[in-house]
């Protein structure tokens, strides 16, 4: 009989145990995700290249960068905005960059790690740098701000960096194609590639020009007509008659030196 009583007891204790434990884990069982507790418990990263998914935050990029967010509630949403800090603006209150309403979260919560929410992108080419002085060897000093809508005052998160800008190209000169040369004008400003100022652009002679070169013209003149076939004939034959004329002159004096006259 003892022993039975014995029995029961340890029976006894080691159901109240069980209940006991029961109740201390009913809290996160109820809420079915013991990595999204009540609260905003989401937080923001800053990230350079190269870019990678880790919950790491890095105070220093350079040209191009990211906002990532990690573990926040499902269809969160807040308002970013991007100042200047001294001593890169005086004083520090200067909006380089913002964006309102935006959707930071898409899913529920499920641990940081395992969390990786929105991204957004930026480059330093997208900020409003105008007026901020620029260290020479950290570059402009900012500081973020995300300010959730639906969440309290004292949950909001903020991340101050240094941002290097991108470097920026001079502009290249076209170079020439090999083998390609600019044409040299002519002397005397012609634009007559053959160099001969009595040829137009397209190889007719100009007016007042022999083919070959020479100026025509019966006189020798310059602007005279080039000689026909016609006036060519005339002249040969008019030398002929005058040639033929002598002739005939010189026979008939001959002629009268041998004749005798008698009284």
Wanted: one cysteine or more; a negative charge.
């Amino acid at each position: 009989m003892p022993q039975r009583r014995h029995v029961a007891r340890a029976a006894l204790t080691a159901a109240a145990a069980t209940a006991m434990l029961g109740l201390v884990a009913a809290p996160a069982w109820a809420t079915g995700n013991p990595h999204n507790p009540k609260g905003d418990n989401g937080t923001v990263k800053i990230d350079g290249a190269p870019f990678s998914d880790k919950v790491d935050n890095q105070p220093h990029v350079t040209c191009d960068f990211e906002l990532e967010f990690f573990n926040f509630d499902q269809n969160q949403t807040a308002n970013i905005t991007l100042w200047a800090q001294a001593p890169s603006a005086t004083p520090k209150d200067k909006v380089v960059w913002s964006k309102s309403n935006v959707l930071i979260s898409d899913d529920p919560a499920s641990g940081a790690e395992n969390d990786h929410d929105e991204v957004i992108k930026l480059s330093s080419k997208d900020l409003d740098l105008t007026g901020l002085s620029l260290h020479p060897q950290q570059g402009y000093h900012l500081k973020l701000d995300v300010d959730l809508t639906d969440g309290k005052a004292f949950d909001d998160k903020h991340k101050v960096f240094w941002l290097t800008p991108c470097e920026t190209s001079s502009p290249t000169p076209t170079p020439s194609t090999p083998g390609e040369e600019t044409p040299t004008p002519t002397p005397g400003g012609s634009e007559n590639p053959s160099g001969n100022p009595s040829e137009n652009p397209s190889g007719t002679p100009a007016p007042g020009t022999s083919v070959g070169g020479g100026q025509g013209g019966g006189s020798g003149t310059e602007g005279g007509l080039p000689l026909t076939g016609v006036a060519a004939t005339s002249i040969s034959l008019t030398g002929l008659a005058l040639i033929g004329g002598g002739v005939l002159l010189m026979a008939l004096r001959r002629r009268r030196d041998r004749i005798t006259f008698t009284s």
